[in-house]
């Protein structure tokens, strides 16, 4: 494991409930969502396709997750791509707790 990713694990300590992660292009915040919870279901939003489908239509989002057990995992990444969907986000989060 390099320094960089010894510094996340002393930094960042994993959390029992839902979180937004945000922060600065190129501080590792992909890497450690994949060491943390490598069995989290992932949306890509650099996916076009994905991408196209979320912007034109938020609430599509529910759907594509689907009925998961309330203890799984789901990583959005670039989320950022699409502000509006982080309304649909929250809603999910605050409805599926």
């Known amino acids: 494991m390099g320094e960089k990713e010894t510094l996340i694990h002393r930094l960042l300590h994993c959390p029992d409930r ?3 992660l945000f922060g600065p ?3 590792g915040k992909s890497t450690w969502l994949r060491q ?3 069995e989290a ?3 890509d939003l650099l996916d076009t396709s994905l991408y196209l489908e ?3 239509e938020p609430h599509r ?4 997750i689907g009925k998961r057990p309330s203890k ?7 989320i950022q791509k699409i502000p509006s969907l982080l ?3 929250h809603r999910l989060m605050e409805t599926r707790r």
């Open 61 to 64: 989002l529910e759907a594509l």
């Open 18 to 20: 839902s979180f937004f």
């Open 36 to 38: 943390v919870f490598p």
């Open 41 to 43: 279901v992932r949306f």
């Open 54 to 56: 979320l912007s034109r």
């Open 87 to 89: 309304d649909e986000v």
């Open 72 to 78: 799984s995992w789901i990583v959005l990444d670039e």
């Open 25 to 27: 292009r190129g501080t």
